[in-house]
């Protein structure tokens, strides 16, 4: 197990704190489906920068070094409700190879950025994909352990 740096009760998790911390993810069956504990090191990522979860950052916002927390999300505050109309069907024979439901097939979009979504049927001629998010609906479970809470506006400082 990782050993708690500096552990400080003053210094809590607020927007634009640095945070060290392990997580697992699990669906509500209680699958796992990620987890950071296989790294060395912690995670570290910065509160508030867009890279994580809204519903995620808020049930970390005032924990502080050495708290460990699990957070239930329901799918408005994780990846979304599953959308209908997010399915889109396509021509089968446009694709180079006949796709293979379950894989996963990245598309370009008009902004010409990349989007993914999943072979959900094929017949010879309608393929049918969906771009929900693979878990859209699903209610997710955190479990975070924090190992080090860095100030907004402290990252990279060091102090002698």
Same mark, same amino acid.
Not at 13 to 40: K, P, T, Y
Not at 70 to 88: D, K, Y
Not at 107 to 127: H, I, M, P, R, W
């Given at each position: 197990?990782?050993?708690? *740096?500096?552990?400080?009760? #003053? /210094?809590? *998790?607020?927007? %634009?704190?640095?945070?060290?911390?392990? +997580?697992?993810?699990? /669906?509500?069956?209680?699958?796992?489906?990620?987890?950071?504990?296989?790294?060395?090191?912690?995670?570290?990522?910065?509160? %508030?920068?867009?890279?994580? &979860?809204? %519903? +995620? #950052?808020?049930? &970390? *916002?005032?924990? !502080?070094? %050495?708290? !460990?927390?699990?957070?239930?999300?329901?799918?408005?505050?994780?990846?979304?409700?599953?959308?209908?109309?997010?399915?889109?069907?396509?021509?089968? @024979? =446009? +694709?180079?190879? !006949?796709? *293979?439901?379950?894989?996963?097939?990245?598309? #370009?979009?008009?902004?010409?950025?990349?989007?993914?979504? $999943?072979? =959900?049927? $094929?017949?010879?001629? $309608?393929? #049918?994909?969906?771009?929900?998010?693979? &878990?859209?609906? !699903?209610? /997710?479970?955190?479990?975070?352990?924090? +190992? =080090? @809470?860095?100030?907004?506006?402290?990252?990279?400082?060091? &102090? =002698?």
């Amino acid at each position: 197990m990782t050993e708690i *740096i500096q552990p400080n009760e #003053e /210094i809590r *998790i607020s927007e %634009g704190s640095q945070v060290e911390l392990h +997580f697992s993810v699990a /669906i509500e069956n209680g699958a796992e489906i990620d987890n950071s504990r296989s790294r060395e090191a912690p995670v570290s990522l910065v509160i %508030g920068d867009g890279n994580l &979860l809204p %519903g +995620f #950052e808020k049930s &970390l *916002i005032g924990l !502080r070094a %050495g708290d !460990r927390r699990t957070v239930s999300l329901p799918p408005e505050e994780a990846f979304g409700p599953w959308n209908p109309e997010n399915i889109q069907t396509f021509d089968t @024979v =446009k +694709f180079e190879q !006949r796709p *293979i439901v379950g894989h996963m097939i990245e598309f #370009e979009d008009k902004a010409k950025s990349s989007l993914f979504g $999943v072979v =959900k049927s $094929v017949t010879d001629d $309608v393929t #049918e994909i969906d771009f929900n998010h693979p &878990l859209a609906g !699903r209610n /997710i479970s955190f479990e975070v352990e924090i +190992f =080090k @809470v860095t100030p907004a506006g402290q990252q990279g400082i060091q &102090l =002698k």
